[in-house]
């Protein structure tokens, strides 16, 4: 019986008006529907190719946790929210060249983008987790060192060269405190994960 109970709590929750993803999938134990490919799959793994008669379909409980109706208004929602989307409106200006390409060479963490009277690029382990010390980066300058490095030092044999031999040399040497400051950012982000 409290079984029953708590799927009915966690209805009335999920039709109560929320509608973050991050929140709602915490409620129900799931990972949130992340991207989706247009037929619906979660686009975050490999796919096979299957003839619909190579599907199998096993129905693995009795009673159903909710009925179709609701679950059919709930893909509605997910959907009607997918479309109005900030990210998938199509006059959409993507100021961020470099945006999900980056990560901090302190941490490791992903630079994520951010906005504070001007446009900057912040590590996640200093604007989330507080655990870096890099400071913001303005979007106008890192972007403008980043293309001049992609167009003349990356077509340059002399700096690969140069590169090379720095990684070779930095090989030997003993990056401790760089090495804890990477492995205590993977802690904290591994607990939050737990968490």
Known sequence: MKKVSTVAAR???TFSGNQSY???????GVTPRGN???????????KIARAPEEI???KVISEPLISDEEFQSVQKIMD????????TQPDLERRFTYNGFLTCAVCGQIIHTALARRDYYACK????EHVCSTKYMAREKLEERLDS?????LTSPAFLENCFEQLSSRRHQDDSALRIQRLTAEANSLREKRN
Do not use: Y
């Not at 490919?37 to 490999?46: E, F, T």
């Not at 382990?125 to 989330?128: F, S």
């Open 11 to 13: 209805q009335r929750k």
């Open 22 to 28: 991050g929140q709602l999938a915490k409620l129900v």
């Open 36 to 46: 989706l490919n247009a037929n619906g799959r979660q686009a975050d793994r490999r």
């Open 56 to 58: 199998i379909r096993k």
């Open 80 to 87: 009607l929210k997918q479309t109005r989307h900030w990210r």
């Open 125 to 128: 382990g200093r604007r989330t």
């Open 149 to 153: 490095m992609f167009a003349e030092q």
